[in-house]
Nanobody, 126 residues
Framework: QVQLVESGGGLVRAGDSLRLACTPS????????MAWFRQSPGKEREFVAT????????SYDDSVKGRFTISRDNAKTTLYLQMNDLKPEDTAVYYC???????????????????WGQGTQVTVSS
């Protein structure tokens, strides 16, 4: 069984940067896409960014466009989320997600993904 392990969260000030990482462990699968979602207290888990490994396409929620960048290493083993110019409203638990089913789209809904990490907390103070 594959597991996703997130790292890189923390407490920062508005305007700072953080880089999150997500590393699969256990049984290795070939994912068609991976993504980052986030969830704030009292809110639904929401899409942040995705990367499709087959088409090498990326997609972002409007709230993070121009500030966040999703990427993967060449071995496709680690997923990253570079977060710049962080804002207090970016405060949330950030989750890594992976899709084992085949596909070529930039998937942005929770049901498109079948494997999830435990999350890493990002807190941005004003």
């Amino acid at each position: 069984q594959v597991q996703l392990v997130e790292s890189g969260g923390g407490l920062v000030r508005a305007g700072d940067s953080l880089r999150l990482a997500c590393t699969p462990s256990g049984r290795t699968f070939s994912f068609s896409a991976m993504a980052w979602f986030r969830q704030s207290p009292g809110k639904e888990r929401e899409f942040v960014a995705t990367i499709n490994y087959n088409e090498r396409t990326t997609s972002y929620d409007d709230s993070v466009k121009g500030r966040f960048t999703i990427s993967r290493d060449n071995a496709k083993t680690t997923l990253y989320l570079q977060m710049n110019d962080l804002k207090p409203e970016d405060t949330a638990v950030y989750y890594c997600a992976a899709r084992r089913l085949p596909g070529t789209f930039a998937y942005s809904t929770r049901t498109d993904y079948d494997t999830w990490g435990q999350g890493t907390q990002v807190t941005v103070s004003s």
